[in-house]
């Protein structure tokens, strides 16, 4: 999984993300807020939503729908 680096997250992404730096367990989730800071994803699982550093998503990959 990568990012580029122009790439920007906005509020409705959806987006595959490490659980863990050691597995290459994946998480997908939706972008529920996304500011310069933090970004707010929801896993959609029926758990709660989780804040994140922006710096922290180093490695995720973003679906596009086209």
């Known amino acids: 999984m990568t ?3 122009q790439e920007t997250l906005i ?3 959806v987006i595959e993300v490490r659980t863990t730096a050691a597995h290459d ?3 997908t ?3 529920l807020l996304a500011t ?3 970004v707010i ?3 959609c699982d029926d758990s ?3 804040v994140v550093q922006r710096d922290e998503l180093v490695e ?3 679906f596009d729908a086209s």
């Open 48 to 50: 709660t939503p989780f």
């Open 3 to 5: 990012t580029l680096l």
């Open 29 to 31: 989730v939706l972008v």
């Open 11 to 13: 509020a409705g992404d």
């Open 25 to 27: 367990d994946v998480l």
């Open 41 to 43: 994803l929801d896993p």
């Open 60 to 62: 995720y990959r973003k």
């Open 36 to 38: 310069d800071d933090f």
